[in-house]
Each structure stands twice: as C-alpha cells, then as structure tokens.
C-alpha cells in the first residue's frame, strides 16, 4: 500500500468521530508534521470530550489503517473593511458572522499525495452544509501553516480550491 501512488476513494475511507477504543491506532499515526500528531495523541479526545473540538478519523478500509484526521469547532469571522462593506450591502450589520474552523487536518506520511486531503477538505464542506441548514454558518476557516515544500504547504493547497483565505 506504501508504494502505491492512486488517489484514494472515499468509497474506501471509514470515518470515525475520535473514542477511546481509537487509542492504539492513534499511537501508530506518523506524519512529518511533529506538532499534529502530538495533538492528536495528547489532546483530541480530550478536546472532544470538553465540547471544545470534534476530531474525525479517517481509516483506509482495506488495511484499517488510520491514514489521517480532521478536527473542527466553532469560529466566527470578525466583519472588517470590505468584508464588513458587502454584508452592509445584503442588508446583514453584524460585526462578526459563524464559521466552521478546521482546527486541525493531518495526512499520514503513508498517504500524502493520493488526495486524502482533498477528501478532508469536501468532508468539512458538506459538513458545514449540513450544519449550515439546521444554524447559521456562512464561512469555513483555517489557520493555515505554511510550508516550503508545495506539496505539503496549506496555504498553497488551499488555493487549489480558488477560496479566498
């Protein structure tokens, strides 16, 4: 499976909200990413378990293997300059409007460039549609890292998906 290049399906994923049975597969995660795995091992469950975040496990079907994750939890975007001048012209005078955050999205080292994290990112954005249509929810932000590497910079995959940051 290591060497093996295809894109991913999501027909070939089963996602999990973070539990503790989940332990042991979260202790084998690696990704170069230091940081993500950390908060992964150490504060996910607990995160999830105070109502601050929700984490969703994502496991390749055929091996098991967890093959990555993304955390989400409520944001709101502060009404500024010509964001705040647009909702002035459809009529909204909020100073801030709901977001969806993704607070974290990590590929395993075993799966980077086989469009898991495209999957990651259409998964959060028909989540925030269904959420959208039972409370509001008019953006989906991230604070996005940079890298040197292309490949493995946020900022540029974001990008790919013409969103604006």
């Not at 969703?56 to 300059?81: H, P």
């Not at 977001?99 to 998964?123: H, N, P, Q, W």
Request: aromatic share 10%; hydrophobic share 40%; glycine share 6%.
């Amino acid at each position: 499976m290591k060497n093996e290049k295809e894109n991913v399906k999501i027909e070939n994923i089963d996602i999990q909200q973070i539990n503790d049975p989940h332990q042991a597969f979260i202790l084998t995660f690696n990704s170069y990413e230091k940081e993500l795995v950390d908060f992964l091992v150490e504060d996910a469950l607990d995160n999830q378990n105070k109502k601050i975040s929700i984490t969703y496990l994502w496991f390749y079907k055929t091996n098991k293997e967890l093959c990555g994750y993304v955390t989400v939890l409520a944001d709101a975007i502060n009404l500024q300059g010509e964001l705040k001048e647009y909702f002035r012209q459809e009529g909204i005078f909020y100073k801030s409007l709901p977001a969806l955050k993704i607070g974290r999205l990590c590929v395993s080292d075993d799966y980077l460039g086989r469009g898991i994290g495209t999957l990651m990112i259409e998964f959060v954005m028909v989540l925030a549609e269904k959420i959208g249509s039972e409370i509001g929810l008019r953006f989906i932000t991230t604070d996005a890292k940079r890298n040197t590497d292309s490949r493995k910079d946020s900022v540029t995959f974001i990008g790919n998906w013409d969103l604006k940051l």
